[in-house]
């Protein structure tokens, strides 16, 4: 059985395929990329997952059991972590007030253990001398740190990134994919948006390219990207590919 499993997700808005068919699992510690070119559907597949909105037909089920008509919040609980692509802290909060609230409100932990949830996402997340920082004056990678660092606070099982290291120095990324090869390493399951492709290649062991809502590509990082399919998805082919061999 594995921990997150999709089975025929399909969704559209309108006209627009954002999901057909789509069809993955992941096992604990496992770390799945996604590509794929603007507008395919990467995101709304993690608000899929995440329960930000539901899927027009398909199952998602986590640890065994249907997700179903199961709440966001329900699902923060299960053990299902999420990131924003356009990171949504609580400006005027402190960094650490911002991890409080999603250990209490996303995990519904109380007291020592929401506390110490908190304390444990900044750890992770090299953000301990700031914990007492606005998080309106951070700068961007401290702002995409804190936006992980509020996923970690729920203590998830599976971990959604969406486009964490989008905008950051090549130096930045490192560090970034360094914290997240320490999370697989504890048993955390990720599933990584990411078009810094580069760093995806260094941290995952699969990759599924998205297109039109449909997996065009599944499989062994660097074959994916030098797949036809993908080439023939990103017009100009090269930009997928840079950087990679
Ligand atoms: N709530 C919504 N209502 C209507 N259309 C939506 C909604 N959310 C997304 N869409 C549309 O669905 C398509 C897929 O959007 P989505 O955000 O999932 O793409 P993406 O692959 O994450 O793109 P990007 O790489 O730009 O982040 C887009 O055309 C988008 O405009
Ligand atoms: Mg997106």
Not at 2 to 26: A, C, P
Not at 161 to 166: M, Q, R, V
Not at 200 to 217: E, P
Not at 223 to 242: M, P, Q, T
């Amino acid at each position: 059985m594995s921990l997150l499993q999709l089975e025929g997700v399909s969704k559209r808005f309108g006209q627009v395929v954002v999901g057909e068919g789509i069809t993955f699992q992941l096992d604990s510690g496992d770390a799945l990329g996604i590509v794929g070119p603007n507008g395919a559907g990467k995101t709304s597949l993690f608000s899929m997952i995440s329960g930000d909105i539901a899927p027009d037909s398909g199952v998602i089920s986590f640890d065994g059991a249907d997700l179903g008509h199961l709440s966001a919040n329900r699902r923060a609980r299960a053990g299902i972590g999420r990131t924003y692509q356009v990171p949504r802290p609580f400006e005027h909060m402190t960094v650490f007030e911002n991890t409080l609230l999603a250990a209490q409100q996303g995990a519904k932990l109380r007291g020592q253990r929401s506390y110490d949830a908190a304390y444990g996402a900044l750890d992770r997340t090299g953000l301990g001398d700031f914990a007492n920082r606005r998080a309106g004056s951070l700068t961007l990678l401290h702002r995409k740190r804190l936006e992980l660092g509020r996923a970690l606070a729920t203590s998830p099982r599976v971990l959604l990134l969406d486009e964490i290291a989008g905008g950051l120095t090549d130096l930045e990324v490192n560090l970034l994919t360094e914290i997240i090869r320490d999370l697989r390493h504890d048993g955390i399951a990720v599933v990584w948006i990411e078009h810094v492709v580069r760093a995806l290649v260094s941290t995952v062991d699969r990759l599924l390219c998205l297109a039109g809502g449909v997996i065009v590509a599944d499989g062994e990082p660097k074959e994916v990207l030098a797949s036809e399919a993908v080439r023939s998805v990103y017009l100009g082919g090269k930009r997928i590919v840079e950087g990679v061999s």
